[in-house]
């Protein structure tokens, strides 16, 4: 529906994203600037893809997502509110939702972060293990070590 259209919130049914293994499928959405799928379940591959790809897939039960529909086609132009910081849906006039979500799916949404981001988060635990193994284990980094000269 046009009125709809540019909404960056898609309310769905059970199940969603199932048979839906490819990335593509959160790049999809993300082009028709949907950037938070509400339904009562998710494919798995789908889900984890959502978190992976920065798509905030929220949870609700069967009734809750049924009455945020009705709330909408009662109220043309009524906002939904996703809040995952609080993790909580609000719409005006009724109380806010609860949502679950891992604590670090949580961090990684809020923050933006893709697999690379995360691993450089922990750049400094790395060096001190790569020191520390070079320190422990020398005869595996021999060949690395040796100049140009003493390898032939």
């Not at 009455?67 to 009724?94: H, K, S, W, Y």
């Not at 697999?115 to 021999?142: K, N, V």
Request: hydrophobic share 45%.
């Amino acid at each position: 529906q046009g009125r709809f259209r540019g909404a960056p919130i898609l309310l769905a049914g059970h199940n969603f994203g199932c048979g839906s293994s490819r990335e593509t499928a959160v790049w999809s959405l993300q082009a028709l600037a949907i950037r938070c799928v509400i339904a009562p379940s998710f494919g798995d591959i789908f889900f984890n893809n959502s978190i992976n790809y920065g798509l905030l897939p929220v949870v609700l039960s069967a009734e809750r997502v049924d009455a945020l529909l009705a709330a909408l086609a009662a109220q043309p132009g009524m906002q939904i509110e996703v809040d995952l910081q609080a993790q909580q849906v609000r719409v005006p006039g009724a109380e806010p939702a609860s949502f679950a979500i891992a604590a670090h799916a949580k961090h990684r949404l809020l923050h933006g972060l893709d697999e690379i981001a995360l691993t450089l988060e922990r750049e400094a635990e790395i060096a001190a293990y790569e020191a520390r193994r070079r320190r422990e284990r020398p005869w595996l980094f021999a060949d690395l070590d040796a100049s140009p000269k003493e390898s032939g």
